[in-house]
């Protein structure tokens, strides 16, 4: 703990004295050298500071939070990240936040600005250290909090001004707090997609961001797959946590009307070790699949294409109505099998970039239908996509 609390303050002060961002060619000069991807990706604004605000799927409790992070450069290609993120527990009922610090490293960014294909900035690949603290509520479980000292390698971007991703893999060592502490280790990728508030000294030029928008594509359809929380695995005090979930979507137009119909298939794996009163181990194991389909409307897709925004396809906002049927299997001696249909409203976002990626960011309201084993509830989706699409 002294250790720990030692790096804290002594990253507190390092974040207290900033290294100026220097660039060895203006922005506006170095645009002419950045592709359209690069340009959308911000590359071309010197940041020393960034305020980011969004939610997070791939963390060491499992599950998906919310997040608020202050990233402040320290050194031409060293920043430190500050967060707190806070959500709910999968399998465990409570809920959690969690603080980190950690340094990262632009390990790029001195090449790229030698070859003017960026300047200072926050929008690149990074190596990251980081110590982290999670505090429990509520929760049928006995730690109050479990300190990790972790690595990531993350592709962070921000993108059209005020938006950002970072995507990566983390994994990580720490203790929790019992009074024998116990070893704590986790292995997970991450999203985190959220709006992002900093100080840019350049307007973006939309018809340079026309071949990363597809301003005049016309998709007529879409395969997609969501990158979003496809692994996790996570171990301590006798617990151990393991989550594949890969998925695919198809989305079609209706004709050229401002409508599709929009399916997914998610394939799911859940394995969870935990000991019960006796201190034995006892397995949860649980699989299945999740069957979505939905009808969108493009509401804003026609003024979109009378201002050049786009094509008449699927890039646009949109509002749907839909449901999902689930088919879980429990794997034991009872080995259950059921069904857990549901529907929902919602409204969304989403934007198609360059070839092969897409974003896709849905909140709305949603029902559960009583089933034999599981009891009727109400919902608030909130989902998001970052992925690859075909």
Request: one cysteine or more; charged letters at 20%; a positive charge.
């Amino acid at each position: 703990m002294k250790i720990i609390s030692a790096v804290i303050i002594f990253l507190i002060i390092a974040l207290s004295n900033p290294v100026s961002s220097q660039t060895t060619e203006s922005s506006d000069t170095l645009v002419k050298y950045l592709t359209p991807m690069e340009y959308a990706f911000m590359m071309h604004e010197p940041t020393s500071w960034m305020v980011k605000i969004g939610a997070l799927s791939g963390t060491d409790r499992w599950g998906s939070f919310y997040i608020a992070a202050y990233e402040k450069r320290i050194a031409p290609t060293f920043t430190l990240n500050l967060a707190a993120d806070f959500g709910t527990i999968r399998y465990e009922h409570g809920s959690s936040v969690q603080l980190s610090l950690e340094s990262r490293w632009y390990y790029r960014l001195n090449k790229r600005i030698r070859e003017k294909t960026t300047t200072r900035n926050m929008s690149d690949n990074y190596l990251a250290l980081g110590i982290s603290s999670a505090f429990y509520f509520n929760n049928d479980i006995e730690e109050n909090n479990i300190y990790t000292l972790y690595t990531k390698w993350g592709l962070q971007r921000r993108f059209l001004k005020h938006w950002y991703i970072d995507f990566g893999i983390k994994t990580g060592l720490g203790v929790t707090s019992f009074n024998n502490p116990t070893p704590y280790f986790v292995f997970s990728t991450f999203t985190n997609v959220g709006v992002a508030f900093t100080k840019d000294k350049f307007k973006l030029n939309k018809e340079k961001l026309c071949p990363v928008l597809r301003c005049y594509a016309a998709d007529d359809y879409i395969f997609k797959t969501n990158l979003n929380g496809v692994l996790f695995f996570s171990s301590y005090y006798n617990r151990r946590t393991l989550s594949v979930e890969p998925n695919l979507s198809f989305e079609k137009k209706i004709g050229k009307s401002p409508f599709s119909i929009n399916t997914e298939l998610k394939a799911f794996y859940h394995l969870f070790e935990f000991p019960d009163g006796d201190q034995n181990i006892t397995q949860y194991t649980t699989l299945g699949a999740n069957i979505l389909l939905e009808g969108r409307w493009y509401y804003n897709l026609r003024r979109r294409i009378l201002k050049g925004k786009t094509g008449n396809g699927l890039s646009a906002n949109y509002i749907t109505i839909g449901g999902t049927y689930k088919f879980i299997h429990e794997v034991g001696d009872i080995g259950l099998n059921y069904f857990v249909p549901s529907v929902y409203l919602a409204t969304g976002w989403q934007r198609l970039f360059s070839k092969h990626l897409y974003i896709d960011v849905k909140l709305g309201i949603g029902y559960q239908f009583k089933t034999k084993n599981s009891r009727a509830t109400g919902d608030w989706p909130v989902q998001f996509a970052v992925g690859y699409r075909f």
